[in-house]
């Protein structure tokens, strides 16, 4: 049985962190390897943040003559989510609303938008009018709110909300999405859009959102003796976690050693 970790190196591109602005990573060496993706994960954005991952290749393990490859991933607060959070404050106003939109995989393995749907305050709740409770306190709101997202007829196909002491958490109802590569709801989201008209009082905070940005070894300037890769997070807020994992495949030599503290197989 050939073993993912047999063909795959996976290592730390970035070292999680946070209370910082920016962050770099490594430098890998890819003379050995085909291809390699990083993959760089975020949390704890709140409204109208961004940040961004670049990566960039270079002459060596120390960073030497770094130039950047490609166009610098941005992450966008609320856009394209695996997971996120509304902390009620309880004094949402009426027609104050909130506008979720899940996203599902297409025959190609790629993304595609859903229907835009908007849910709104309301002085009492009403699921087939996408209305929620704000009369009550963030503990009665927060329950409404999830009750209008996991409405069957109503709510958002493909995402499940769970509520606790007025604190949404929104996730997909198959993590990653579904396991067909169909355009439909029943094979779950991908991630989701979500945006709220009163952010002082459903407070959304991100909880997982990715990027990846994949490298080809011929896209190297090999003739200048480029032969390494690495990362690095700018214009992070101090509130955001932040990491990368670096994924390099189809090594020149094998076997491929993983630099890990334990190993096992489900076997």
């Not at 990573?25 to 390699?36: H, I, L, N, S």
């Not at 069957?152 to 993590?175: K, N, R």
């Not at 003796?225 to 495949?249: M, N, Q």
Request: proline share 2%; net charge negative.
């Amino acid at each position: 049985m050939h073993m993912i970790r047999e063909g795959v190196k996976v290592d730390c591109g970035i070292k999680p962190s946070d209370n910082a602005t920016g962050i770099a990573g490594e430098y890998f060496r890819m003379d050995t390897f085909a291809k390699a993706k990083f993959h760089g994960v975020v949390r704890g954005q709140l409204t109208g943040a961004t940040s961004t991952l670049t990566v960039y290749e270079a002459t060596d393990a120390t960073g030497s003559d770094a130039a950047a490859l490609g166009a610098a991933l941005t992450f966008t607060q609320g856009s394209k989510v695996n997971m996120a959070q509304i902390a009620c404050a309880g004094t949402t106003s009426v027609a104050d609303t909130l506008i979720l939109t899940p996203y599902y995989f297409n025959g190609e393995g790629t993304m595609t938008a859903g229907t835009a749907l908007t849910f709104t305050a309301a002085a009492a709740e009403n699921l087939s009018e996408r209305e929620w409770d704000q009369s009550g306190n963030a503990t009665a709101e927060g329950a409404s709110i999830a009750a209008c997202i996991n409405s069957t007829a109503y709510g958002v196909p493909g995402l499940l909300a769970t509520a606790d002491t007025g604190t949404v958490t929104i996730t997909c109802t198959e993590p990653g999405g579904g396991d067909r590569q169909v355009l439909c709801a029943d094979n779950g989201t991908g991630a989701f859009d979500i945006t709220e008209s009163a952010v002082a009082k459903l407070v959304v905070t991100d909880l997982i959102q990715m990027a990846d940005f994949e490298v080809y070894v011929q896209d190297l300037d090999r003739d200048d003796g480029f032969t390494h890769v690495g990362a690095a997070f700018t214009d992070l807020e101090t509130t955001t976690w932040s990491c990368c994992i670096l994924e390099r495949a189809m090594a020149g030599y094998g076997p491929v050693g993983q630099a890990v503290s334990v190993t096992d197989t489900s076997a």
